[in-house]
């Protein structure tokens, strides 16, 4: 007998009203309390009212042939930025938190460099200088122009304005150079550190006199959320360390690890159901972007990537994940709500009304899910009434029942 049969049969030793047993049944103890033990569940009108049960008819639906992988949440990374120190330094503030969400451009923390300082001394000798050569083309301009009416008057010589002249050209050529010297050490404050040009005045020397125009501010690059913060304050960082990782989760990836006997069924563009454990009831339409190239040499699989619309803020990375791909056509399969699988000494069971107000409980073996609904593969007939709100109601009789009898 196979193990079904026999969970059948235990089930009906123990199942709803009574029987009487036959006289001869005293020469076989065990047959008779089988016998004797409740095989269905009746209710009057009364009871049948106040259990509020509802009852659905089992049929067969056209489900797709699916291959189920597991897999875990990750952040869309092309959604995600890593978000650097632009030079090295110490971190003085830190403004946000993993799980905050933030706006492009929004300060995530503030720095303190040297290169502050450097970068404005710079600045300020590029400005001397170019002041001071700015001076020089004045006077090499007024040199040329006095060279000219000298000329003209006969007091001075075409060799003399030529020279005036050089130095003019000269004057210009230093002050441009100067001009673009100066712009770029501007440039360097405004656009790359991101600072005034010009600290506070009048202030005591030392890293605690330093205000916010004096630290360099760490950028949000777009809108998104904290998902990594790696540094506090007093944190020493470089250019190469990453200190925040933000991403868009209004998108979210799957990556699904797939057998390799599965892999000729899998494609992009392929659609899939995601379910996670924070959300048993529940299930995530998802769609195949991407699949890898390599096999994992130790798992014989091969990742899957999937995108997962994620506005209402549900998934987080790092859940894991049950993916089922739709990989085929359309199979027919016996379907019935997951509500009428009741657990009676570990097999599934359902209550299959055979007429009203009689259930029978029926063992029943479970196969695939379909958002809601179970495949019911052993045990029940299409166009059967099963119980499909209630069944616990008819659960705790059925208990009572074989207890009364014990």
């Known amino acids: 007998m196979n193990r079904y049969g026999a969970a059948a049969l235990a089930l009906l030793a123990l199942t709803a009203c009574q029987k009487e047993a036959p006289p001869k049944a005293a020469a076989a103890p065990a047959a008779a309390a089988a016998e004797a033990a409740p095989r269905h569940v009746e209710l009057d009108g009364a009871a049948l009212q106040q259990a509020a049960l509802q009852i659905e008819v089992a049929e067969e639906r056209a489900v797709p042939v699916t291959v ?28 946000v938190r993993v799980g905050d969400n933030v706006g492009k451009g929004q300060v995530l923390a503030r720095m303190f460099s040297h290169d502050v300082h450097e970068s404005r001394a710079m600045y300020r000798r590029a400005v001397a200088e170019f002041n001071r050569l700015q001076a020089n083309l004045d006077y090499a301009r007024r040199q040329r122009d006095r060279m000219r009416r000298l000329l003209e008057m006969k007091a001075a010589s075409q060799e003399q304005l030529d020279t005036a002249e050089n130095e003019l050209r000269n004057a210009e050529t230093a002050l441009r150079a100067a001009e673009i010297e100066m712009s770029r050490t501007r440039q360097h404050l405004v656009e790359f550190l991101e600072i005034p040009v010009e600290g506070p005045e009048h202030r005591e020397p030392g890293v605690a006199a330093l205000s916010d125009d004096d630290l360099i501010p760490i950028r949000a690059p777009a809108a998104g959320t904290v998902i990594s913060r790696l540094v506090t304050a007093g944190s020493v960082v470089q250019p190469s360390g990453e200190l925040f990782v933000i991403s868009d989760l209004s998108t979210i990836w799957v990556i699904a690890n797939v057998q390799e006997e599965f892999l000729p069924r899998v494609r992009p563009r392929m659609a899939a159901m995601v379910a996670v454990q924070a959300y048993p009831d529940r299930r995530f339409p998802g769609r195949v972007i991407r699949v890898d190239e390599k096999l994992d040499p130790e798992t014989r699989t091969v990742q899957a990537i999937l995108e997962i619309d994620n506005r209402a803020g549900l998934l987080k990375p790092e ?32 209550f299959v009304e055979t007429r009203p107000g009689r259930f029978e409980p029926r063992p029943v073996e479970t196969g695939r899910t379909l958002d809601r609904l179970v495949e019911i593969r052993r045990g029940l007939r299409a166009g059967e009434r099963v119980v499909t709100e209630g069944s616990f109601v008819l659960k705790s009789h059925l208990l009572r029942s074989t207890l009364s009898e014990d």
């Open 319 to 350: 859940m894991y994940a049950v993916v089922d791909l739709e990989a085929g056509s359309s199979e027919r399969g016996l379907f019935i709500a997951q509500t009428a699988i009741q657990d009676l000494n570990g097999q599934p069971t359902v």
């Open 68 to 95: 189920r992988a597991n897999g875990r949440l990750s952040a869309n990374e092309e959604h995600t930025w890593r978000v650097g120190a632009i030079t090295d330094g110490r971190i003085m503030q830190v403004l």
